[in-house]
């Protein structure tokens, strides 16, 4: 079993969609990042946290530790938003463990 | 500040041959990693320094494999010699401290023909 899963693989949405990106993990951790890999190939870590939620613009990442999942939510997603979203672990004395990501395409 | 800054952008090559991929941290970073992407296996850590001290090599592949970093400013990984399973996007990403958010640089996209 992976250390971190990834739904659904692909995702294509509509503009304007509200979309929900999710990642489930097995081991102990000290935080989560999600990460957007853009067409183009390069990585903007967008965020890390290790409870609670967070919010930056359209996006809003979410985590549960007892459950050991987290969510990434767009709203109003654009065309622009077409990425790989990559959830990715750290635990302590160690570094990121990686999903395999997932691939979203928004259409106009 | 100008980002993680990693050349060549590409490099194609014949297998046999040295490849030398190079990377220039965030001032002020201690931590250092250099990461694989393949489409089979997606991201996967290889190696990351702390302070210019290898910590974790253990996602290596080989002994063909090898990484430095003789200063705060700079890192190498090479590969020597090189073989076509080698072809994949390298990133090299820097951040403050020990799990805080990394900051990748663009890749170097390796060719090995």
């Known amino acids: 079993k992976n250390e971190v899963e990834q739904s659904p693989q692909n995702l294509t949405a509509q503009e304007g969609e509200f979309i929900t990106i999710n990642c489930s993990y097995s081991?102990?951790?000290?935080?989560l990042h999600w990460l957007q890999q853009h067409p183009g190939g390069g990585i903007v870590s967008l965020f890390m946290?290790?409870?609670g939620k967070k919010k930056h613009g359209r996006l809003i990442a979410t985590i549960n530790i007892q459950e050991k999942h987290s969510s990434l939510h767009i709203t109003a997603s654009h065309p622009r938003d077409s990425a790989v979203y990559i959830c990715?672990?750290?635990?302590?004395?160690?570094?990121?463990?990686f999903g395999p990501g997932t691939r979203l395409s928004v259409l106009p | 500040d100008a980002g993680v800054i990693q050349s060549p952008r590409h490099e194609v090559t014949e297998m046999g041959q040295e490849v030398t991929l190079r990377c220039k941290p965030i001032?002020?970073?201690?931590?250092l990693f250099w990461y694989r992407q393949t489409m089979m296996r997606g991201l996967e850590l290889l190696i990351y320094?702390?302070?210019?001290?290898?910590?974790?090599d253990s996602g290596m592949p080989e002994d063909r494999f090898s990484a430095k970093m003789p200063n705060a400013s700079f890192s190498t990984l090479k590969i020597q010699p090189s073989e076509p399973r080698d072809s994949a996007v390298y990133f090299c990403?820097?951040?403050?401290?020990?799990?805080?958010?990394?900051?990748f640089g663009d890749g170097t996209r390796l060719s090995i023909l």
């Open positions: 001032s002020g970073h201690d931590y």
């Open positions: 320094f702390n302070n210019n001290v290898p910590i974790d």
């Open positions: 946290l290790s409870s």
């Open positions: 990715a672990v750290s635990s302590y004395g160690q570094n990121f463990v």
């Open positions: 081991v102990g951790i000290s935080a």
């Open positions: 990403a820097s951040s403050f401290r020990e799990g805080q958010p990394q900051h």
